[in-house]
């Protein structure tokens, strides 16, 4: 084989031994949940100790042993690779790299909660110290048949050293040096047997109650130290001086909290209920169209279709009863870029105080008016969910209404007009033009809306009660059908 092929067969060979062996590295770390943001502290496994983010717009992070990312796309060549999406009261895990598990989904109510991550397992966590997590059971088992390794070759350097002195010895006969040999030999051994029948029922004492054992790790005087605990009581602990000691009584609380449905059966235990209030990020399309007064939607001179609305804006709900769930307010503010398009070879006309629709001069090949309105909307909401409670604290929490209907009304600003012209002149030159101007219309809005919708989505229906236009030979009034995402 030749010189060079064999050379990029094994580079080859170790690049992708390095990615088997980064694609199976361990890795654990802490997840903390609060208000939509996230803080992540690690234990192993990454090139970060800390790590910490912000709810604003997104909901969902990509993980992994270099950091926090926005996009999916933007990590290569990673250990692991998780996806954290925080939608509402439920948290979603994704392990898209570097996981033995898929995914997993919990309820995080108030949007604070704690989680223990590996690749191996997701746990939640009740509080620092109780780590619930099987990963880091198996990381102390096998720390622990290290620590048999380490017993049997510190007791053989001792015994080496031991006999190196008694052979420099010139005081001693040579029967003497043998005796004390032998006399060091069995010390050593009875040594080695008793540190490892320690570990070793240690070990099986922990495989066999490892559901009800929780390990942490410490440090005494600048040394790591290996503590196990069992219903509260401290076991074993291990040092790197190989000090061992086992059963001590000290006592750990546990921390560990439990959150179930509210039933008839349990209501009594419920001392509080959660008042704080949901954000949302709103997104909404329509049909956009005029409705003329006394006339018809045949009458508009607007095209339907063609005539559209598109929606960004930002709103909060709360319970309006302390105790009840059926009732809510949802407020909030959103920009609506709203289009009207007339039939025709048509375009918004003023003249003087008054605004018409009229007959253009010139082929139109596009004609669009928008109007971009700041709206401040209120409504009353009414829905069905189930509470949930925390066993620990007696705290209980509503779930955000599955189905939902609301009703309302808004108002607001108009900020701006704007009316988009294409057309071709009579020397056939193409001509594009923007117009922006009062074009009279009303300043100030002010109209009603209802929706009705299931978790995000909803179906609305939106009226302006006041005209459009100020002054105008025949009022139309603004109105709008279409959905609306709750993000």
Same mark, same amino acid.
């Given at each position: 084989?030749? !010189?060079?092929?064999?050379?990029?067969?094994?580079?080859?060979?170790?690049?992708?031994?390095?990615?088997?062996?980064?694609?199976?590295?361990?890795?654990?770390? +802490?997840?903390?949940?609060?208000?939509?943001?996230?803080?992540?502290?690690?234990?192993?496994? @990454?090139?970060?100790?800390?790590?910490?983010?912000?709810?604003?717009?997104?909901?969902?992070?990509?993980?992994?042993?270099?950091?926090?990312?926005?996009?999916?796309?933007?990590?290569?060549?990673?250990?692991?690779?998780?996806?954290?999406?925080?939608?509402? +009261?439920?948290?979603?895990?994704?392990?898209?790299?570097?996981?033995?598990?898929?995914?997993?989904?919990?309820?995080?109510?108030?949007?604070?909660?704690?989680?223990?991550?590996?690749? &191996? &397992?997701?746990?939640?966590?009740?509080?620092?110290?109780?780590?619930?997590? $099987?990963?880091?059971?198996? %990381?102390?088992?096998?720390?622990?048949?290290?620590?048999?390794? #380490?017993?049997?070759?510190? +007791?053989?350097?001792?015994?080496?050293?031991?006999?190196?002195?008694?052979?420099? $010895?010139?005081?001693? *006969?040579?029967?003497?040096?043998?005796?004390?040999?032998?006399?060091?030999?069995?010390?050593?051994?009875?040594?080695?047997?008793?540190?490892?029948?320690?570990?070793?029922?240690?070990?099986?004492? =922990?495989?066999?109650?490892?559901?009800?054992?929780?390990?942490?790790?410490?440090?005494? $005087?600048?040394?790591?130290?290996?503590?196990?605990?069992?219903?509260?009581?401290?076991?074993? *602990?291990?040092?790197?001086?190989?000090?061992? *000691?086992? =059963?001590?009584?000290?006592?750990?609380?546990?921390? @560990?909290?439990?959150?179930?449905?509210?039933?008839?059966?349990?209501?009594?235990?419920?001392?509080?209920?959660?008042?704080?209030?949901?954000?949302?990020?709103?997104?909404?399309?329509? =049909?956009?169209?005029?409705?003329?007064?006394?006339?018809?939607?045949?009458?508009?001179? !607007?095209?339907?279709?063609?005539?559209?609305?598109?929606?960004?804006?930002?709103?909060?709900?709360?319970?309006?009863?302390?105790?009840?769930?059926?009732?809510?307010?949802?407020?909030?503010? *959103?920009?609506?870029?709203?289009?009207?398009?007339?039939?025709?070879?048509?375009?918004?006309?003023?003249?003087? @105080?008054?605004?018409?629709?009229?007959?253009?001069?010139?082929?139109?090949? %596009?004609?669009?008016?928008?109007?971009?309105?700041?709206?401040?909307?209120?409504?009353?909401?009414?829905?069905?969910?189930?509470?949930?409670?925390? +066993?620990?604290?007696? %705290?209980?929490?509503?779930?955000?209404?599955?189905?939902?209907?609301?009703?309302?009304? =808004?108002?607001?600003?108009?900020?701006?007009?704007?009316?988009?012209?294409?057309?071709?002149?009579?020397?056939?030159?193409?001509?594009?033009?923007?117009?922006?101007?009062?074009?009279?219309?009303?300043?100030?809005?002010?109209?009603?809306?209802?929706?009705?919708?299931? $978790?995000?989505?909803?179906?609305?229906?939106?009226?302006?009660?006041?005209?459009?236009?100020?002054?105008?030979?025949? &009022?139309?009034?603004?109105? #709008?059908?279409?959905?609306?995402?709750?993000?």
């Amino acid at each position: 084989m030749p !010189i060079k092929l064999t050379i990029i067969l094994a580079i080859l060979a170790n690049f992708w031994s390095t990615q088997l062996v980064a694609q199976n590295k361990e890795f654990s770390f +802490e997840l903390d949940i609060e208000d939509g943001g996230l803080r992540m502290s690690s234990n192993y496994g @990454t090139a970060w100790k800390e790590l910490q983010t912000y709810s604003v717009l997104s909901n969902t992070y990509y993980v992994s042993n270099y950091g926090t990312f926005s996009d999916e796309n933007e990590l290569e060549n990673t250990s692991f690779y998780i996806k954290i999406n925080l939608k509402r +009261e439920t948290l979603t895990l994704e392990g898209l790299s570097g996981t033995t598990w898929d995914s997993y989904t919990f309820d995080c109510p108030d949007k604070t909660c704690k989680f223990f991550i590996t690749q &191996d &397992d997701v746990k939640t966590s009740g509080s620092d110290k109780s780590y619930m997590n $099987d990963k880091k059971v198996a %990381k102390r088992l096998k720390e622990l048949e290290a620590k048999k390794e #380490q017993v049997q070759k510190k +007791e053989k350097e001792k015994l080496k050293a031991a006999i190196a002195e008694l052979n420099a $010895d010139e005081d001693l *006969s040579r029967r003497e040096i043998d005796s004390l040999k032998m006399n060091l030999a069995e010390k050593s051994a009875k040594n080695i047997e008793n540190q490892l029948a320690i570990i070793e029922n240690s070990i099986e004492y =922990f495989e066999r109650n490892q559901e009800d054992i929780y390990t942490d790790q410490g440090y005494s $005087d600048g040394k790591s130290e290996l503590n196990i605990n069992l219903g509260g009581w401290n076991l074993i *602990s291990i040092t790197e001086k190989d000090e061992i *000691s086992a =059963f001590s009584n000290n006592k750990i609380e546990s921390n @560990t909290s439990k959150r179930v449905r509210v039933t008839s059966e349990n209501k009594d235990q419920v001392k509080t209920f959660n008042r704080s209030a949901d954000e949302f990020l709103v997104l909404g399309l329509a =049909f956009n169209n005029a409705m003329p007064d006394g006339g018809s939607l045949d009458d508009t001179g !607007i095209r339907f279709a063609g005539s559209r609305t598109l929606e960004i804006g930002y709103a909060r709900d709360f319970r309006v009863f302390e105790k009840s769930n059926w009732l809510r307010i949802k407020y909030g503010v *959103s920009l609506q870029f709203n289009g009207l398009k007339p039939e025709g070879n048509r375009t918004f006309v003023t003249d003087g @105080t008054q605004t018409t629709i009229e007959d253009f001069d010139f082929n139109l090949r %596009k004609n669009k008016f928008r109007m971009d309105n700041l709206i401040f909307p209120v409504h009353f909401q009414i829905g069905k969910s189930d509470a949930r409670l925390n +066993e620990k604290t007696g %705290k209980a929490y509503f779930l955000d209404h599955n189905f939902k209907f609301g009703f309302g009304g =808004f108002v607001g600003l108009n900020v701006l007009n704007t009316q988009k012209l294409k057309y071709t002149d009579n020397l056939g030159k193409r001509i594009r033009e923007r117009q922006r101007d009062d074009f009279n219309t009303n300043n100030i809005l002010y109209g009603l809306s209802t929706y009705v919708g299931w $978790d995000d989505f909803s179906i609305f229906a939106q009226y302006n009660i006041n005209p459009i236009f100020r002054n105008s030979p025949m &009022d139309m009034n603004n109105f #709008q059908i279409g959905v609306r995402f709750d993000l």
